[in-house]
């Protein structure tokens, strides 16, 4: 919350002066610190797929199950798949009953939810093991604020660790699994085909992501766009039309726009070049930027815990679904990217502000999974939420102003032409198809706009 309006400070300070150490914050101050602690970890998450240089895709899929997991943990557990986002999954969550016989009475539900969150990254990711340091400063932390007893860290880990092991064995069973055994990958010969580009020329990611389970789309096919325009040297064409178009518009691209295109990178494949040496550069992917939009909004608008729990999961798993059905179609339609047409048709010499990730080109993944996140932002906060994105300071970007998710999503959509990576109609087709699924997540999960704004009365249990 931002200074000077918190109405809880000198309740706090009053706390502190006058009453037992165990009872200094306050319940709402409480709710706070647990929520805080929640996006601070997930950032620890974030910070494992950084260095991982975790794709797209796959980023989006350990946010969901990291946060299935602290999900999970926080509701009741007498019938955990009849919880809100739970009963909703088109595969159930099964045999989860053996591992919820402990007993919730000597356990912090909030501490253990974050913990869960923590476990899950930990043995999901290939560098999770890093995260056993962000657990034990978990425990430091809510160790130091009094707000867990000694006796119940170890029953709160231990119920983490059992709702962890559920989801684990959960998304053993999505098909990830299997990636490797099947038919290797090969560009596809042919004009209008894509095929690897400068300076790194890596190979397709995840070309077989469109098997990956989703957790609410039943029928993939229902979500595919329709096809991209179709490859043309013609210059009257719809493809060479479009093709000039990204020539022109990154040709006299203002500050303001090379601005633009930086700040939605999102990039984790980004490879700078000295001599011979390749440098990967850090960057964040494009899960990973709406995660923290997603917490900026949860701690602008005052959330408790639970609330902000429950839109970060709804988020994660919708990008989860979005890359699903955009690789889908990547793999589908197949098409060249402007890098590689311009050079052949246009101008040999040119290259884009932003380097190319490695995949086919339609649908623009940013567009499809921001306009996804926005619209389930949206659904939840409201169309005319401001607020401040600071997810990309970390990385050396500056802030930027918004005066709605879907404001934010537009720019994240238009950066891809300003950046040279991306045609028009694959931009405007992925919001489209990003819509689409926001739309059906929220009816296929009840989720209407019946939150306020602000309200922290449903505190840490």
Known sequence: MSKGKNPYILTFLFLVLTTPLFAQISTTEKDFFARDKMIEHLF??????VTDV??????????????LAAYLVYHDTENLNNATLIKHLQSPIANLEPTLKLEKENINLAFASTYAMLEVGKNIMPSGKKLTSAQETLISQYSKEKLIKKKEIKRSIIYAENIATVVLNYAKEDGYLQLSTLKRYSPTKGQGKWYPTPPAYLAAIDPDWRTIRPFFLENLPSFSPPAPAEYSEDKNSSFFTQLTEVYEVTTQLTEEQKLIANFWDCNPFNVSYSG??????KKISPGGHWMGITGIASQ??????????????????GLHDAFISCWDEKYRSDRIRPLTAINQLIDDTWRPILQTPPFPEYTSGHSVISKTSAVLLTSYFGENFKFIDTSEVFFGLPERAFDSFLEASSEAAISRLYGGIH??????VGMQQGEKIANYILERTNTHQNHLIGTSSKTVK
């Open 423 to 428: 045609f028009r109609d694959a931009i405007e």
């Open 300 to 317: 602008k608008a005052g959330l408790g815990f639970e609330e902000s729990l429950y839109i970060h999961t709804l988020v994660a798993m």
């Open 276 to 281: 011979h040496m390749a440098i990967g550069l």
């Open 54 to 67: 975790t794709s797209p895709p796959g980023a989006a899929r350990f946010y969901g199950y990291s946060l």
């Open 44 to 49: 620890s998450i974030t910070d494992v797929m």
